[in-house]
C-alpha cells in the first residue's frame, strides 16, 4: 500500500472518533512489531522515528521502516517525531517520509510560528504534512530538560492563534502528560476540560505527546528480573479515552515500548543463561512489545479501522 500522509490518517480518526498511535521506533525489531501489531488488529499507524533514531541507526532505521511499510496492507504514515530544524524536516521529505513533526515550541511564540511555516511551505508543496507543537512537556528522559515548573498548559487562545498563523495541519498541544517515566511524581493530571476547550476553537486534529500507559504488570516483570524502575507510572486507559472523547487524534507511545522489550530480554537472559544468540534474545522483546501495541490499539479504538 502507499504510504498516507500524517493528516489523512488523522482526519479519519478524527471524523471517527478514535485515536491513532504515533510508535517510536529505533530498530528492526520494534519496527516488526508495531507493523505486525498493526495488520493484526487491522489498525492504521504512524510510525515515529526521531532524530536519536536517526543517529543510532546511521540513517538505515528509515530503510527498515520503508521497506516495512510498503508492503504493509493497513495504512501508514512514516512521521517524523520532534523535528528539530527545518533542514531535518526536508531531509526526511526527501527521504519519503509522509509526514514530519517541527518542534520549536522552546522557542518564543513569534519563532515557533516562522520556523513552523517555512516548514509547513515546503512539506505543502511536496505533499507532506506537519505537526506543530505549542506549549511545554514536563521532560523526564536521563536528564531534566524542561522542570515542572517550567512546563505550562497550552491555553485555547494560544493555540488557535498560533495554528492559524503557521497553517500547520495537527497540533500537539501540553495538557499535563510528561515525556517519560514519570519517575517518583505520581500519576499525570490530564486536564481534559482544556482539551475540550481547544478542541472548540480548533479544527485541526489534535496530538498528545507523552502518553505511554506504563504497565504495572510489566514494569513489575521488569523489577522481578532485576530491572530498576522505581515509581515509574503513566497515564491511565480511562484518561486516555477521555482525551480521545474530548477531540485528541493522535496518541504518542514511547516508553511503552521500552518497558515492554525490557521486560522480555530480561527475563530471556534470567531464564536461559545459557543463550548467545541475539535473535533469541531479541524475539521475545519483539513479542512483548507487540503484545503491548495491540493492546494499546484496542484501548484507541484504531483496531478495526483500516
Ligand atoms: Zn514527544
Not at 498516507?4 to 490518517?9: A, R, S, Y
Request: aromatic share 2%; with cysteine; net charge negative.
Amino acid at each position: 500500500m502507499t504510504l498516507k500522509t500524517g493528516l489523512e490518517i488523522l482526519k479519519a480518526a478524527q471524523t471517527g472518533s478514535y485515536g491513532v498511535g504515533a510508535f517510536n521506533t529505533d530498530n528492526l525489531e520494534t519496527t516488526q512489531a508495531i507493523m505486525e501489531a498493526a495488520e493484526e488488529t487491522r489498525s492504521p499507524i504512524l510510525m515515529a522515528i526521531t532524530a536519536g533514531a536517526l543517529k543510532y541507526s546511521g540513517t538505515r532505521i528509515v530503510d527498515i521502516a520503508m521497506a516495512e511499510a510498503k508492503n504493509a496492507t493497513v495504512p501508514v504514515a512514516i512521521h517524523l517525531d520532534h523535528g528539530d530544524s527545518f533542514e531535518s524536516c526536508m531531509w526526511c521529505i526527501r527521504k519519503g517520509f509522509t509526514s514530519v513533526m517541527i518542534d520549536k515550541s522552546h522557542e518564543d511564540e513569534a519563532t515557533n510560528i516562522r520556523e513552523t511555516q517555512r516548514v509547513v511551505d515546503a512539506a505543502h508543496a511536496v505533499g507532506v504534512s506537519v505537526e506543530a507543537e505549542i506549549g511545554r512537556l514536563v521532560e523526564l528522559g536521563a536528564e531534566v530538560i524542561i522542570s515542572e515548573e517550567n512546563a505550562t498548559l497550552t491555553t485555547a487562545d494560544e493555540a488557535e492563534r498560533f495554528i492559524s498563523a503557521c497553517g500547520a495541519d495537527t497540533l500537539a498541544i501540553a495538557v499535563g502528560t510528561a515525556h517519560g517515566p514519570n519517575k517518583g511524581r505520581g500519576r499525570p493530571e490530564i486536564n481534559h476540560q482544556r482539551i475540550a476547550e481547544i478542541r472548540a476553537r480548533v479544527e485541526q486534529p489534535l496530538v498528545m505527546h507523552g502518553a505511554s500507559s506504563i504497565p504495572q504488570d510489566v514494569v513489575a516483570r521488569v523489577n522481578q528480573a532485576g530491572g530498576v524502575l522505581k515509581d515509574a507510572v503513566g497515564i491511565h486507559d480511562d484518561d486516555i479515552t477521555q482525551a480521545i472523547a474530548s477531540g485528541m487524534c493522535k496518541v504518542n507511545v514511547g516508553t511503552d515500548l521500552r518497558i515492554a522489550s525490557t521486560a522480555g530480554i530480561r527475563e530471556l537472559i534470567r531464564d536461559k543463561p545459557d543463550i548467545i544468540d541475539m535473535r533469541k534474545i531479541l524475539a521475545p522483546a519483539r513479542e512483548e512489545m507487540k503484545r503491548v501495541i495491540v493492546k494499546k490499539m484496542n484501548l484507541l479504538g484504531s483496531a478495526g479501522k483500516a
